[in-house]
T-cell receptor, first 114, second 114 residues
Framework: DAGVIQSPRHEVTEMGQEVTLRCKPISGHDYLFWYRQTMMRGLELLIYFNNNVPIDDSGMPEDRFSAKMPNASFSTLKIQPSEPRDSAVYFC????????????FGPGTRLTVT | QQQVKQSPQSLIVQKGGISIINCAYENTAFDYFPWYQQFPGKGPALLIAIRPDVSEKKEGRFTISFNKSAKQFSLHIMDSQPGDSATYFCAASTRLSRGGRLYFGRGTQLTVWP
C-alpha cells in the first residue's frame, strides 16, 4: 500500500510568489495533518483535518497560509505571498480513525524562498 | 510553550553501546507516548509507543521506559548500530484532545560511530 504522497519534493521560488504544496493521504485515513519543520522551531503542527473538515488551524502562522481538503484523497497547503522565512520542510501526515494517534508521515516538501 | 521537553539535543554513541534519550511532560492528561525516527531527507516514522498503564515496552533493541509519577519517559537503544544514526523525536498525546494531536519534543540527533 502506498504511503502518504507529497508533491513537489523540492520547491524553489522567489519572495512574493504563490506556493502550493500537495498531499495525498493514505487511503482510508480520516485525519490529515500539515507540519512545518525547521532547525529553529522543530516540528510544528500547522493545521489538521478530520473527514476533510479543518479542526484546528491555530498553528497556521498568518493569513498568508491557507489549507484545503476538497476530498478524502487530496489536500493542499498554499502560501501567498511567500517570504524567505517560510523556507522549511513541510510534511503531511495521516492517521486512521481507530488509531488517531498513529500518524504516518509523507517524505516532505523542501521549500526554499529566495 | 513546549509541552514535551527532550534531551539531549545530540548524542554520540559507539557501536554496540546503549543510547538513551529522555523526555518529560507536564500535562497529566497525556496518555499516549510515541517515539518517531527520522532519517535525513525522510519524514518521521513511528518507531515504538507506550501507554501509561505499563512501565516498559520493548520491541527488538528498542525499549521505552515510562515513569508516570515523575512524568518522564525515555527511549533506550541497545547494541546501537551505525544504521540507527537518525533524529529521534518523542511525542505525547491524549485521547481527549481533538483528533489525537501529537505534541513533539525538539528531537535528538543520534550518531553511532562504527
Amino acid at each position: 500500500d502506498a504511503g502518504v504522497i507529497q508533491s513537489p519534493r523540492h520547491e524553489v521560488t522567489e519572495m512574493g510568489q504563490e506556493v502550493t504544496l500537495r498531499c495525498k493521504p493514505i487511503s482510508g485515513h480520516d485525519y490529515l495533518f500539515w507540519y512545518r519543520q525547521t532547525m529553529m522551531r522543530g516540528l510544528e503542527l500547522l493545521i489538521y483535518f478530520n473527514n476533510n473538515v479543518p479542526i484546528d488551524d491555530s498553528g497556521m502562522p498568518e493569513d498568508r497560509f491557507s489549507a484545503k481538503m476538497p476530498n478524502a484523497s487530496f489536500s493542499t497547503l498554499k502560501i501567498q505571498p511567500s517570504e524567505p522565512r517560510d523556507s522549511a520542510v513541510y510534511f503531511c501526515a495521516s492517521s486512521p480513525r481507530d488509531r488517531v494517534n498513529e500518524q504516518y508521515f509523507g517524505p516532505g516538501t523542501r521549500l526554499t524562498v529566495t | 510553550q513546549q509541552q514535551v521537553k527532550q534531551s539531549p539535543q545530540s548524542l554520540i554513541v559507539q557501536k554496540g553501546g546503549i543510547s538513551i534519550i529522555n523526555c518529560a511532560y507536564e500535562n497529566t492528561a497525556f496518555d499516549y507516548f510515541p517515539w518517531y525516527q527520522q532519517f535525513p531527507g525522510k519524514g518521521p516514522a513511528l518507531l515504538i509507543a507506550i501507554r501509561p498503564d505499563v512501565s516498559e515496552k520493548k520491541e527488538g533493541r528498542f525499549t521505552i521506559s515510562f515513569n508516570k509519577s515523575a512524568k518522564q519517559f525515555s527511549l533506550h537503544i541497545m547494541d546501537s548500530q551505525p544504521g540507527d544514526s537518525a533524529t529521534y523525536f518523542c511525542a505525547a498525546s491524549t485521547r481527549l484532545s481533538r483528533g489525537g494531536r501529537l505534541y513533539f519534543g525538539r528531537g535528538t540527533q543520534l550518531t553511532v560511530w562504527p
